[in-house]
């Protein structure tokens, strides 16, 4: 209903001025003139719904209302604090009420109607904010006397992502309340994507690209790049934008993480992390779920020092994970399942299907002097995932399958020394994670952990009866380390990303060499570079 309503939702772009223009040109005219005039930049179909408009004034008028204002060109939102608002006669426009007090570059101007602030914060807000607020229907707005907004309403804003997909300027909102549903809509092909780890509906992508990153440590101490871009360098985000851009790579389908986002599982990391995916998610236009992300031994916390692998573990494993789980109910907007994994659907340039999953290879239950960050996966994680995602041991043809996660399958450093106490790099249940990729035709598996990139190519039976009735063939790529901090690097000696970009008949992948200063060229020879052809189908 209408008269629940209690605020709104304003939609921007900074179109004339650099990104960040807009909110800071109108902060300008508040520091100078205590408070400044906002035009409502209105869509062909939309009017001004003069009544609610009229009650909202009235909200304002006892204490200024609360508003926000939605950036789409970069998916941020600010909030304000609305004096009023004026609009003229139905159908008409009006210049600024006051042009010495609106921003230079639009003050001669007509619109629809104007909002007067007195504060714009400077600072964007978290974007989990959005998940309080849940839009009502206002058929007034529209031309037509009706919203094709239907499946919005009773239901929380999910994330700016959600709003800049919908053909609207303004949102008019309510605080949610239970019962007001939680899942994500996206319009793409009229799908509704509800929160979900392993998604049964594929991610229908235009690009063929996704990109790999791994151990990026963020932290104030082991990360290599600057938290914040200046004038010298540039933060992870920015540099992995610069990079694809000077490689000729306008778009991206989807972005896998394997592990170690963390040096010591905090908060504060943590929220490092979040803002990384925040800001390419910025500049790729990348939903959440396009995302997969796994967990390594640096982020579950077995002590007050995880990054101090011979330290005692002093944190149960359920406590070990909460810092995690937070940043993945931050990311994906549900709980994690108990195993940390997940699992994506790809179609790439609209054609090519690959299915990805993601596991946590830190499964295995810590023990003091033991047990501190061995890699584990287990076989009830594996069966689960294998189940979630509907896999069986067909031997039909089956989309291109990715295996995710962070400790090493195969050996990659040279040599690891026998020392009592020593975390080595090697999955526990190496053996078994590949009888499981074999039965399941799972044809690359990615991981980082030990900072120093490395391939390997495998021959796996297939049984039948107990004779061999034929090999499947996998590739096992290390990534190394996109973000550790110079001496932390393994032989490679430098940071690194991975880009996967699919074909017709086969995968190219090249890990790339990247720098917070140094942009990347399109004549720079990849750190490591093979491609995959795609694999018929096994005889039976």
Not at 12 to 24: C, E, K, Q, S, V
Not at 164 to 182: E, L, N, Y
Not at 455 to 467: D, K, N, S, W
Request: net charge negative; hydrophobic share 40%.
């Amino acid at each position: 209903m209408e008269n629940e309503i209690t605020t709104l939702v304003l939609r921007f772009r900074d179109l004339t001025t650099p990104p960040g223009g807009t909110i800071a040109a109108h902060r300008e005219v508040i520091a100078d003139r205590g408070f400044v005039w906002w035009g409502w930049w209105n869509k062909f179909g939309e009017k001004v719904p003069a009544e609610l408009f009229q009650r909202l004034n009235t909200l304002a008028a006892g204490s200024e209302l609360e508003l926000y204002l939605f950036d789409s060109g970069q998916e941020l939102v600010y909030r304000a604090a609305c004096a009023t608002i004026v609009w003229p006669q139905e159908g008409e426009r009006m210049p600024s009420p006051d042009p010495a007090a609106t921003p230079e570059y639009y003050r001669d101007q007509q619109y629809r109607a104007w909002f007067r602030f007195s504060r714009i914060d400077e600072e964007p807000l978290d974007p989990t904010l959005l998940n309080e607020l849940t839009p009502v229907r206002v058929d007034e707005f529209f031309s037509s006397g009706e919203s094709t907004y239907g499946d919005f309403y009773a239901k929380v804003i999910y994330s700016p992502a959600e709003l800049r997909q919908q053909d609207r300027t303004i949102w008019f909102v309510r605080a949610a309340v239970t019962g007001d549903k939680r899942h994500e809509i996206r319009l793409l092909g009229a799908k509704k994507v509800a929160p979900s780890h392993f998604a049964r509906d594929p991610i229908d992508a235009a690009s063929s690209l996704l990109v790999w990153v791994s151990d990026p440590h963020f932290s104030e101490d082991h990360h290599a790049f600057p938290l914040k871009t200046d004038a010298a360098a540039s933060e992870l985000a920015g540099a992995l934008e610069r990079d694809l851009q000077r490689l000729g790579l306008s778009s991206v389908a989807g972005m896998v993480i394997s592990g170690d986002l963390t040096w010591r599982a905090t908060d504060e990391e943590f929220a490092l992390a979040s803002e990384f995916i925040r800001q390419t998610r910025s500049w790729s236009r990348l939903e959440p779920y396009q995302y997969v992300v796994v967990p390594g031994n640096h982020d579950l916390a077995f002590s007050e020092s995880p990054d101090e692998k011979g330290r005692p573990v002093e944190v149960a494993t359920d406590q070990a994970r909460t810092a995690y789980e937070h940043f993945y109910r931050d990311t994906y907007f549900l709980d994690p399942n108990p195993y940390l994994s997940l699992g994506r659907r790809y179609l790439l340039a609209r054609a090519i299907p690959v299915e990805v999953v993601g596991l946590n290879s830190s499964f295995l239950q810590q023990d003091a002097e033991m047990f501190q960050g061995h890699g584990f996966l287990g076989e009830d994680q594996l069966s689960d995932a294998a189940t979630q995602m509907g896999w069986n041991d067909s031997r039909e043809v089956v989309p291109f399958r990715i295996a995710v996660l962070h400790h090493h399958v195969v050996p990659v450093v040279h040599r690891e020394p026998p020392v009592a106490g020593h975390v080595y790099s090697l999955v526990l249940d190496a053996g078994a994670l590949l009888r499981w990729s074999a039965r399941y035709r799972v044809s690359l598996i990615l991981h980082g952990h030990m900072h120093q990139p490395a391939v390997t190519r495998l021959a796996l039976p297939i049984q039948t009866g107990g004779r061999i009735r034929d090999w499947h063939r996998l590739t096992v790529a290390g990534m190394g380390s996109s973000g550790a901090a110079r001496d932390l690097l393994g032989d490679v000696g430098r940071n690194v990303i991975g880009l996967l970009r699919f074909g017709q008949d086969s995968v190219d992948v090249s890990i790339q060499h990247i720098d917070p200063t140094r942009p990347a060229e399109p004549a720079d020879e990849p750190v490591l570079a093979f491609t995959m052809p795609y694999a018929a189908p096994p005889q039976r």
